[in-house]
T-cell receptor, first 113, second 113 residues
Framework: NAGVTQTPKFQVLKTGQSMTLQCAQDMNHNSMYWYRQDPGMGLRLIYY???????DKGEVPNGYNVSRLNKREFSLRLESAAPSQTSVYFC????????????FGPGTRLTVT | AQTVTQSQPEMSVQEAETVTLSCTYD???????LFWYKQPPSRQMILVIRQEAYKQQNATENRFSVNFQKAAKSFSLKISDSQLGDAAMYFC??????????FGPGTRLSVLP
């Protein structure tokens, strides 16, 4: 049982380059999330998908796009990377009902130069 | 909007001693969940303990316990018999029904041998 997986683990981009962060979960969860983590600011929600076929903006969506490819997969795309997007990115999943616990992937450390 | 505050950016504790991490939150909801997550140097987010607001009894998980004061909107984490492996960032989080998680900025805990 892999839980939540993310690729890649590390990435360095030049300003203006694009890339897609991949996330997959094998827990049959309905909801998936993308966060960024910056020092002193905790985790801030970028986008989320409450269920397959839906996506919504979170607290800090500017500069990002997402795709909920199917129930398992939720990708985050940076179309034109900027130094301000240097951060650690986490994908998470949870059920809509019950304990509401979120399960996290291992994170992607992204540096934009 | 709900907010979560962790007023201690850093704390330290001697091995085998007890430490308490503070968390306060702001909400107008009466039914919600509170969580403490641990993030060791590996970056993996690990659920430590959760509390349902409708339960008056404080949650306990082995050496970890909480002091939940609903009226004061306070949710502190007590770690007893601290171990070197407890050194990590600790995040307090809030979630109400149908809403997204709100995370605090985190407290970095050091354990001194």
């Amino acid at each position: 049982n892999a839980g939540v997986t993310q690729t890649p683990k590390f990435q360095v981009l030049k300003t203006g380059q694009s890339m897609t962060l991949q996330c997959a979960q094998d827990m049959n969860h309905n909801s998936m999330y993308w966060y960024r983590q910056d020092p002193g600011m905790g985790l801030r929600l970028i986008y989320y998908s409450a269920s397959e076929g839906t996506t919504d903006k979170g607290e800090v969506p500017n500069g990002y796009n997402v795709s909920r490819l199917n129930k398992r997969e939720f990708s985050l795309r940076l179309e034109s990377a900027a130094p301000s997007q240097t951060s650690v990115y986490f994908c998470a999943s949870s059920e809509l009902q019950g304990s509401y616990e979120q399960y996290f992937g291992p994170g992607t450390r992204l540096t934009v130069t | 909007a709900q907010t979560v505050t962790q007023s201690q950016p850093e704390m330290s504790v001697q091995e085998a001693e007890t430490v308490t991490l503070s968390c306060t939150y702001d909400t107008s909801e009466s039914d919600y969940y509170l969580f403490w997550y641990k993030q060791p140097p590996s970056r993996q987010m690990i659920l430590v303990i959760r509390q349902e607001a409708y339960k008056q009894q404080n949650a306990t998980e082995n050496r970890f316990s909480v002091n939940f004061q609903k009226a004061a909107k306070s949710f502190s984490l007590k770690i007893s018999d601290s171990q070197l492996g407890d050194a990590a960032m600790y995040f307090c989080a809030y979630r109400s029904y149908g809403q997204n998680f709100v995370f605090g900025p985190g407290t970095r805990l050091s354990v001194l041998p």
